[in-house]
């Protein structure tokens, strides 16, 4: 660490630009530090000078300081001819020369320059042009790549969906008691605590592309493995407790890489949008869609097509990943460090980091008294206390997806950060926790959509404030192993909430055991943000460049 914050800052934003890493952005940084003041206040007077007055031309996308730009107003060039290339810069030299007194101006033939690539995703972007630009979370969908990757995520995450409702419906079929649903979730959430710092450190050291592919194939032939086995009838808990583990390892390797990935693939100016898009479509995809698709499949057709049709959602995935053309940038061999060096660097930011520490400890806490209960218990109250169906569960996760959703579009739409970010994070953490007591009480299925609703909708904020800060606050060279940290440390009390809610629920009852955990959950959030320390970002300052931004939020 350096004893300047402005030396920091400026290592810290060149680490942003293509191809330059840690080192070389210090480098970087310590060369227009010794550089003669003049020098640096041209680069600086540079780049302010290009920002403020070079664009994109209206018509054909080239570089222009004028809208539309001299070679679209030329009227002696021929009208009838386009140059078509990939992107501005790759135009034929001579196209480039549009001063009026250049007498290769007016030979150069065509009418303007089209920076796109006339292939079938231009072809088909160019009829949802007006609509991405209308709204703001569709540009980052230009990015051939990044809409790769989120029309595989899209699906993916419907399948995701589907897996919440065909699991806990066949785990109650093999055995109705929560103890065996919660022995699935252990199996699901440990292979995660147990690798997710080594899948942590990997995705910023390999492919992170093929740690996707590789992640989405393990899910989807341990997916489609449950669901013949369950179509064949030879399907055991035994059998089913140890497939889950395997899919918890491809999630494990799938989760930091995702991510970690999208700053790779996006545009720094399209970061918030892309983030922004992440939130509105998981909680449709996976809290809305999802469960009403399961729920149906399961009521038409049984749990095991579920699971199939889940399955393909992987393969459907892991194709989309495949497509994409994104590589990650070769790292210096003054950059390359032991795995060990890598994980380290991440505890050390973390650990005096305080408000990151602290989130991520009320996230391990929280979650220990809620996870397991509404996994378990919430589809056992409305099977068993409410005489639901499967349809009746979909409508429950539904209801939840749909309040998620109602939250990520009016956040988005207010486009900045609250006041006081902070507060309102743990305000809505404890909510959302305290909900969770709600389905102890209902009496009927609309009642406990009505809970989920409020419980996912504080959900859905705190969720966005705390990626919004991640991505605002944390060095991007260490985002990736800080994110990996943030879920390992969040989900750690998981496979012991899992383990107790079965025993709990035996010796107090279902309804006790979710009351007990939504007033613990609350009570705990409520402490931790009363922590010193805690609330720092809203108070020293460092909010305020995230104020000024549009809100963004994580995939994963």
Known sequence: MYSSKYLELLIEELQRLPTIGAKSAQRLALHLLRAPREDALRLAEAIRALRERVGFCKVCGNFTEQDPCLLCTDPKRDAALVCVVEQPGDEPERHRHVQQDDPLAHDAGCSHIVAVVAGPYARAMGRVSGLVDRVGILRPLRVRDFAFLWIGLTVSFIGDGVYIIAIAWQTYDLSNSPSALAAVGIAWSLPQVVLLLITGVLSDRVDRRLLMIAGDVIRGIAIATIGIMSIGGTLTMTSLISLVVVYGVGQALFGPAFS???????????????????????PIAWTLIGPLVGGALVASFGTGWAFVADAATFAFSAVMV??????????????RTSPWADLKEGLRYVRRTTWLWVGMVTGLVSLLAVWGPWEVLVPYVVRNDLGGSAADLGLVFGAGGLGSVTVALAMGQRGRLPRRAM????????????????????????????????????????????????????????????????????????????????????????????????????????????????????RDGSLDPARGARISAAPG
């Not at 399209?270 to 479509?281: D, H, I, K, M, P």
């Not at 495949?322 to 950059?335: H, N, V, Y």
């Not at 009480?441 to 959900?459: G, K, N, P, R, Y």
């Not at 990626?467 to 940290?485: M, N």
């Open 260 to 282: 970690s990935i999208v700053p790779q693939v996006v545009p720094e100016n399209l970061l918030v949008e892309a983030n922004s898009l992440g939130q509105f479509v998981r």
């Open 322 to 335: 495949g497509l994409m053309r994104t590589r990650p940038r070769a790292r210096d061999e003054d950059e």
């Open 423 to 538: 507060t309102v994070l743990y305000l809505t953490w404890a909510v959302g926790m305290l909900m969770t007591a709600g389905f102890g009480l209902v009496s009927a299925v609309w009642q406990a959509m009505c809970v989920a609703f409020v419980s996912e909708s504080c959900i859905t904020a705190l969720v966005v404030i705390w990626f919004t800060l991640l991505q605002r606050l944390v060095p991007g060279h260490l985002l990736g192993r800080v994110s990996s940290l943030d879920w390992l440390i969040s989900i750690g009390g998981v496979p012991l909430s899992f383990a107790v809610v079965g025993p709990l629920a035996s010796a107090f009852g279902a309804d006790a055991t979710l009351i007990g955990a939504g007033l613990i959950g609350a009570v705990v959030t409520i402490a931790f943000m009363l922590l010193p320390g805690a609330r720092d970002p809203e």
